[in-house]
Protein backbone atom coordinates (compact mmCIF):
# COMPACT_ATOMS: atom_id res chain seq x y z
CA UNK A 1 0.00 0.00 0.00
CA UNK A 2 1.60 3.54 -0.73
CA UNK A 3 1.18 6.44 1.43
CA UNK A 4 1.01 9.69 0.09
CA UNK A 5 2.50 12.82 2.80
CA UNK A 6 1.07 15.74 3.12
CA UNK A 7 1.88 17.83 0.12
CA UNK A 8 1.35 21.21 1.59
CA UNK A 9 3.37 20.42 5.36
CA UNK A 10 5.61 23.50 3.91
CA UNK A 11 2.92 26.10 2.52
CA UNK A 12 0.55 27.93 4.38
CA UNK A 13 -0.62 30.13 7.58
CA UNK A 14 0.66 27.64 9.67
CA UNK A 15 3.00 25.47 7.63
CA UNK A 16 6.49 24.29 8.19
CA UNK A 17 8.23 27.68 7.05
CA UNK A 18 6.14 30.19 8.75
CA UNK A 19 6.19 28.08 12.01
CA UNK A 20 9.95 28.37 11.80
CA UNK A 21 10.21 32.03 10.72
CA UNK A 22 11.54 31.07 7.46
CA UNK A 23 9.52 32.65 4.58
CA UNK A 24 9.82 30.78 0.91
CA UNK A 25 11.92 33.69 -0.80
CA UNK A 26 14.52 30.90 -2.21
CA UNK A 27 12.53 27.82 -3.14
CA UNK A 28 15.44 26.72 -5.77
CA UNK A 29 17.28 26.38 -2.42
CA UNK A 30 14.82 23.89 -1.22
CA UNK A 31 15.19 21.48 -4.50
CA UNK A 32 18.31 21.56 -4.98
CA UNK A 33 20.34 18.44 -5.60
CA UNK A 34 16.92 16.98 -4.73
CA UNK A 35 17.84 13.04 -4.58
CA UNK A 36 21.69 13.81 -4.61
CA UNK A 37 22.50 15.99 -1.69
CA UNK A 38 21.64 14.38 1.61
CA UNK A 39 21.72 16.76 4.48
CA UNK A 40 21.06 14.59 6.62
CA UNK A 41 24.99 12.77 6.72
CA UNK A 42 24.79 16.83 8.49
CA UNK A 43 22.85 15.84 10.85
CA UNK A 44 24.01 16.92 14.48
CA UNK A 45 23.26 15.37 18.17
CA UNK A 46 23.08 17.03 21.26
CA UNK A 47 25.17 15.77 24.04
CA UNK A 48 23.06 17.47 27.02
CA UNK A 49 19.37 17.10 27.17
CA UNK A 50 18.53 20.73 27.18
CA UNK A 51 18.93 23.58 24.15
CA UNK A 52 21.30 23.82 22.09
CA UNK A 53 22.43 26.89 23.26
CA UNK A 54 23.60 25.09 26.57
CA UNK A 55 25.83 22.97 25.62
CA UNK A 56 29.06 24.61 25.10
CA UNK A 57 28.68 26.16 28.54
CA UNK A 58 27.71 23.04 30.03
CA UNK A 59 30.83 21.03 28.94
CA UNK A 60 33.02 23.93 29.98
CA UNK A 61 31.06 23.61 33.18
CA UNK A 62 31.31 20.25 34.00
CA UNK A 63 35.07 20.08 32.80
CA UNK A 64 35.59 22.49 35.40
CA UNK A 65 33.88 21.19 38.58
CA UNK A 66 34.72 17.79 37.45
CA UNK A 67 39.00 18.42 37.56
CA UNK A 68 38.43 20.50 40.68
CA UNK A 69 36.08 18.36 42.12
CA UNK A 70 34.02 21.46 43.05
CA UNK A 71 30.66 20.39 45.07
CA UNK A 72 27.50 22.47 44.89
CA UNK A 73 27.88 24.06 48.67
CA UNK A 74 31.07 25.55 47.38
CA UNK A 75 30.52 27.05 44.57
CA UNK A 76 28.90 30.69 45.79
CA UNK A 77 28.46 32.32 41.65
CA UNK A 78 28.80 31.02 38.33
CA UNK A 79 28.71 33.27 35.16
CA UNK A 80 28.66 31.98 32.10
CA UNK A 81 30.05 33.68 29.33
CA UNK A 82 27.92 32.63 25.94
CA UNK A 83 26.27 33.57 22.86
CA UNK A 84 24.05 37.04 22.56
CA UNK A 85 20.76 34.63 21.74
CA UNK A 86 21.01 33.56 25.05
CA UNK A 87 19.53 36.74 26.21
CA UNK A 88 16.32 36.56 24.66
CA UNK A 89 13.88 36.42 27.38
CA UNK A 90 12.44 32.76 27.23
CA UNK A 91 16.04 31.29 28.59
CA UNK A 92 15.90 33.53 31.72
CA UNK A 93 12.59 32.38 33.76
CA UNK A 94 13.66 30.73 36.92
CA UNK A 95 10.05 29.40 37.98
CA UNK A 96 10.42 25.81 36.44
CA UNK A 97 6.82 24.25 36.20
CA UNK A 98 7.44 21.84 33.68
CA UNK A 99 10.46 19.86 31.06
CA UNK A 100 9.96 22.33 28.52
CA UNK A 101 10.70 25.19 31.30
CA UNK A 102 13.60 23.10 31.87
CA UNK A 103 14.91 22.71 28.83
CA UNK A 104 15.49 26.48 28.18
CA UNK A 105 16.75 27.78 31.58
CA UNK A 106 20.37 27.52 31.37
CA UNK A 107 20.36 28.46 35.17
CA UNK A 108 18.46 25.39 35.65
CA UNK A 109 20.60 23.08 33.69
CA UNK A 110 23.71 24.50 34.96
CA UNK A 111 22.17 23.69 38.42
CA UNK A 112 21.47 20.41 37.84
CA UNK A 113 25.07 19.76 35.72
CA UNK A 114 26.53 21.18 39.40
CA UNK A 115 24.21 18.19 41.39
CA UNK A 116 25.79 15.45 38.63
CA UNK A 117 22.29 14.56 37.84
CA UNK A 118 22.80 11.73 35.91
CA UNK A 119 22.67 13.04 32.23
CA UNK A 120 19.42 11.47 30.12
CA UNK A 121 15.78 12.02 31.38
CA UNK A 122 16.30 13.04 34.95
CA UNK A 123 17.34 16.25 33.65
CA UNK A 124 13.85 16.55 32.99
CA UNK A 125 12.52 14.24 35.80
CA UNK A 126 9.20 16.20 37.78
CA UNK A 127 11.59 15.08 41.20
CA UNK A 128 14.79 16.97 39.73
CA UNK A 129 12.56 20.12 39.05
CA UNK A 130 11.27 20.34 42.19
CA UNK A 131 14.48 19.56 43.97
CA UNK A 132 14.90 22.83 46.60
CA UNK A 133 18.68 22.82 46.33
CA UNK A 134 18.97 22.71 42.06
CA UNK A 135 16.04 25.58 42.92
CA UNK A 136 18.58 27.54 45.27
CA UNK A 137 21.93 26.89 42.79
CA UNK A 138 19.90 28.43 40.04
CA UNK A 139 20.07 32.19 41.84
CA UNK A 140 23.71 31.82 41.98
CA UNK A 141 23.99 31.66 37.60
CA UNK A 142 24.61 34.81 35.70
CA UNK A 143 25.07 35.26 31.94
CA UNK A 144 27.20 37.82 30.54
CA UNK A 145 27.60 38.26 26.17
CA UNK A 146 31.03 36.57 25.44
CA UNK A 147 32.76 38.59 22.41
CA UNK A 148 34.37 35.62 21.15
CA UNK A 149 31.01 33.87 19.95
CA UNK A 150 30.32 37.07 17.65
CA UNK A 151 33.65 37.04 16.10
CA UNK A 152 33.83 33.58 15.39
CA UNK A 153 30.16 33.73 14.01
CA UNK A 154 30.95 36.39 12.02
CA UNK A 155 34.59 34.43 10.61
CA UNK A 156 32.16 31.27 9.49
CA UNK A 157 28.90 32.97 8.31
CA UNK A 158 29.99 36.58 6.92
CA UNK A 159 33.50 35.99 5.92
CA UNK A 160 33.81 31.80 5.18
CA UNK A 161 30.01 31.66 3.82
CA UNK A 162 29.42 28.34 5.73
CA UNK A 163 26.06 26.32 5.45
CA UNK A 164 26.79 25.86 9.67
CA UNK A 165 28.36 27.54 12.70
CA UNK A 166 31.09 25.08 13.27
CA UNK A 167 32.43 26.78 16.26
CA UNK A 168 30.27 27.76 19.82
CA UNK A 169 32.77 29.21 22.33
CA UNK A 170 32.14 29.67 25.84
CA UNK A 171 33.80 30.46 29.02
CA UNK A 172 32.51 29.50 32.66
CA UNK A 173 34.06 31.35 35.74
CA UNK A 174 32.84 29.81 39.36
CA UNK A 175 33.91 31.05 42.54
CA UNK A 176 34.79 29.06 45.31
CA UNK A 177 36.90 28.47 48.00
CA UNK A 178 38.22 31.71 47.91
CA UNK A 179 38.97 32.09 44.46
CA UNK A 180 37.75 32.30 40.49
CA UNK A 181 37.94 28.94 38.50
CA UNK A 182 37.91 29.50 34.62
CA UNK A 183 37.53 27.03 31.70
CA UNK A 184 37.03 27.92 28.29
CA UNK A 185 36.27 25.65 25.21
CA UNK A 186 35.94 26.59 21.47
CA UNK A 187 33.43 23.69 20.43
CA UNK A 188 30.07 22.41 21.75
CA UNK A 189 30.55 18.23 21.96
CA UNK A 190 28.51 16.64 19.01
CA UNK A 191 27.49 20.19 18.01
CA UNK A 192 30.48 20.18 14.96
CA UNK A 193 29.73 19.50 10.99
CA UNK A 194 33.44 19.84 10.05
CA UNK A 195 35.79 18.95 12.86
CA UNK A 196 35.19 15.12 13.25
CA UNK A 197 36.36 15.12 16.64
CA UNK A 198 33.47 16.80 18.19
CA UNK A 199 31.37 15.13 15.92
CA UNK A 200 28.93 12.21 17.85
CA UNK A 201 30.45 8.89 17.36
CA UNK A 202 28.24 5.98 17.29
CA UNK A 203 29.21 4.65 20.11
CA UNK A 204 28.58 7.95 22.05
CA UNK A 205 25.58 8.24 20.45
CA UNK A 206 24.82 4.53 21.78
CA UNK A 207 25.25 5.26 25.19
CA UNK A 208 23.12 8.20 24.84
CA UNK A 209 20.54 5.74 24.00
CA UNK A 210 21.41 3.72 27.02
CA UNK A 211 21.13 6.49 29.17
CA UNK A 212 17.45 7.60 27.65
CA UNK A 213 16.37 3.59 27.61
CA UNK A 214 17.83 3.31 31.50
CA UNK A 215 15.12 1.41 33.94
CA UNK A 216 12.80 1.58 31.01
CA UNK A 217 13.97 -1.41 29.20
CA UNK A 218 16.64 -4.53 30.58
CA UNK A 219 20.46 -4.44 29.56
CA UNK A 220 19.76 -7.07 27.41
CA UNK A 221 17.06 -5.73 24.73
CA UNK A 222 19.15 -2.47 24.82
CA UNK A 223 21.71 -3.93 23.87
CA UNK A 224 19.68 -6.02 20.74
CA UNK A 225 18.40 -2.72 19.86
CA UNK A 226 21.79 -0.88 19.48
CA UNK A 227 22.80 -4.01 17.34
CA UNK A 228 19.69 -4.12 15.47
CA UNK A 229 19.46 -0.06 14.62
CA UNK A 230 23.13 -0.32 13.89
CA UNK A 231 22.81 -3.02 11.25
CA UNK A 232 19.43 -1.99 9.15
CA UNK A 233 20.97 -3.45 5.90
CA UNK A 234 20.56 -6.64 7.08
CA UNK A 235 16.85 -6.24 8.16
CA UNK A 236 13.90 -8.12 6.55
CA UNK A 237 11.19 -7.37 9.16
CA UNK A 238 9.84 -3.82 9.89
CA UNK A 239 8.34 -6.19 13.38
CA UNK A 240 11.85 -6.55 14.49
CA UNK A 241 13.09 -3.14 15.09
CA UNK A 242 9.72 -2.16 16.44
CA UNK A 243 9.74 -5.27 18.93
CA UNK A 244 13.13 -3.71 20.36
CA UNK A 245 11.14 -1.50 22.38
CA UNK A 246 8.45 -3.17 23.56
CA UNK A 247 8.84 -3.49 27.16
CA UNK A 248 8.45 -7.04 28.75
CA UNK A 249 5.70 -7.65 30.53
CA UNK A 250 2.66 -5.54 28.45
CA UNK A 251 0.07 -7.56 27.92
CA UNK A 252 -1.66 -7.19 24.14
CA UNK A 253 -4.43 -4.87 25.65
CA UNK A 254 -1.56 -2.17 27.20
CA UNK A 255 0.19 -2.57 23.73
CA UNK A 256 -2.90 -1.34 21.70
CA UNK A 257 -3.70 1.13 24.39
Not at 127 to 150: H, Q
Not at 159 to 177: H, L, N, Q
Request: hydrophobic share 35%; net charge negative.
Amino acid sequence: MEYEGDKQVLEGDFGFLVSNDCPPENWDAITADLGHAWNVLETRYKYWPCCGNFQSPLEAFTKLITDNDLKPEEMEQVTLKVEGQNFLPRYHGLDMENHVDAQFSPHYNIAVAAHRVRRGPDWQARSTIANPGIRDFMKRVTLEVYPRCEETRHQEIDIERRKYIDRRPSCVEVTARGKVYAQATEYAKWLSVESPEYRATDEGLADKFRANTYGILDAEAVETAIDTIMNLESVNDIGSITRCFVKEGLNKSDRDA
